[in-house]
């Protein structure tokens, strides 16, 4: 599978392995600089393995908070409320796999908002509602 890049609000994924691509069994993803971080927020449907690449995290997962940088591997399980940040702001890569496959539509959902032109909290909402999203 080639890689496929998707941009939206001020956010760059890159997809390297679809749900589609894996007959649903994961999706492989990788966030790029200029990154933001990500709020606390639960899974109803995926299990998340982050892997840094570059730079230093603080994952919260559940109780616990988690600073990891490359070849750390931190697990949010779903259903368990997580957040990510970087401890220094926008910089860093992180591959992040979930399972089972499919989260990467939620992505594609997004850029294909931003390109319409349509992207605001509205879209979002819809999108994390699709995808079992819960912001806490």
């Known amino acids: 599978m080639s890689e496929e890049r998707l941009t939206f609000g001020g956010v760059t ?3 390297k392995a679809s749900g589609d691509s894996t007959g649903g069994s ?10 933001v971080d990500t709020p606390l927020h ?24 988690h600073r990891a940088g490359p070849g750390s591997a931190v697990f949010a399980p779903r259903g368990v409320p997580h ?3 970087r401890v220094v702001p926008g910089v860093g890569r992180t591959l992040i796999v979930t399972t089972p496959g499919g989260f990467d539509g939620f992505f594609r959902e997004l850029a294909a908002a931003e390109r319409a032109g ?3 909290p509205d879209a979002y909402a819809a999108a994390s509602e699709r995808y079992g999203i819960t912001w806490l």
């Open 13 to 15: 994924i890159v997809i």
């Open 118 to 120: 349509t992207l605001g």
């Open 42 to 65: 639960v899974h109803e449907h995926e299990d998340e393995l982050f892997l840094p690449l570059e730079g230093e995290h603080v994952f919260g997962v559940g109780d616990a908070e």
């Open 26 to 35: 994961m999706s492989v993803f990788e966030e790029v600089p200029p990154l």
């Open 83 to 85: 957040s990510q940040r």
